[in-house]
């Protein structure tokens, strides 16, 4: 496993970034970086499994391991979905970690996945993207 890391400078509160991350409207937006027409099924709580759709009905589903609101949201990546049927996958500590930290000018949202090596080139590539949208939303929305 390696840890990927991203971050990006928002200009506004954490609670407006929060709602963006993960109310659904504005999740189908964000998430479209990765492929257009994502959504999730699920509720956000912890300890609740989420799954994570492409338009397809393809995925991966996952454990919400830590939902602090406005702070910090943590995953336990669990295994995929193909054609709606879970596969689980021997993953060990496959994470995604997204912490809010708000200073005096902004909050910086940090990213932190720990991947298996082929999904490095994926998330490298579209993660920076994927964040910027989300300070687009955050930023212009009203």
Known sequence: METLE????????????????????????WTSAFSKGSFYLGTWDEGSIIKFFDPNNN??????????????????????IYDGVETPQDWGDATESYILEE????????????????FKDFFEEKFPAALQNVKNLAENQL
């Open 103 to 118: 200073t005096e000018e902004e909050t910086i949202l940090k990213v932190a996945i720990k991947s298996s090596p082929e």
């Open 6 to 29: 991203f971050e990006i400078k928002i200009n506004a509160a954490p609670e407006k970034i929060w709602t963006v991350l993960w109310d659904d409207l504005s999740y189908r937006q």
């Open 59 to 80: 995925g991966m589903y996952s454990r919400v391991v830590k939902n602090d609101p406005n702070k910090e949201m943590i995953f336990l990546h669990l295994g995929e």
